[in-house]
């Protein structure tokens, strides 16, 4: 499975941003797909998660209202909308796999990563 994310950017605070990730796998919609993050420093962190069928969802706290995960099964594409973005917002996003059968937020149950894309929100 190789995943490849893009959509970062630079952008005021307030503003908004959406992240894709396409994945090259047949059985993309086996899959439960996530979004994390990393600042430096730090360790990646989970933001979201949607089930295979898209009929679940989670999110971190810290971005619970303002993102929103969701995903294409036709385009074997996952997506993040990031809206009233804040500086704490600034990151390299993850997008993540993962074949279990439940929507998972722990880091090493994701088997395969995308490269990351860098989101920047100024203040």
């Known amino acids: 499975v190789q995943l490849q994310a893009s959509g970062g950017g630079l952008v005021q605070a307030g503003g908004s941003l959406r992240l894709s990730c396409a994945a090259s796998?047949?059985?993309?919609?086996?899959?439960?797909m996530g979004w994390f993050r990393q600042t430096p420093g730090k360790e990646r962190e989970f933001v979201a998660v949607i089930s295979r069928s898209e009929s679940d969802t989670y999110y971190a706290p810290s971005v619970k209202g303002r993102f929103t995960i969701s995903r294409d099964n036709a385009k074997n594409t996952v997506y993040l909308q990031m809206n009233s973005l804040k500086p704490e917002d600034t990151a390299v996003y993850y997008c993540?796999?993962?074949?279990?059968?439940?929507?998972?937020?722990?880091?090493?149950?994701?088997?395969?990563w995308g490269q990351g894309t860098q989101v920047t929100v100024s203040s």
């Open positions: 993540a796999a993962t074949s279990l059968g439940i929507i998972t937020t722990i880091r090493d149950r994701y088997r395969y």
């Open positions: 796998v047949r059985t993309y919609s086996t899959y439960a």
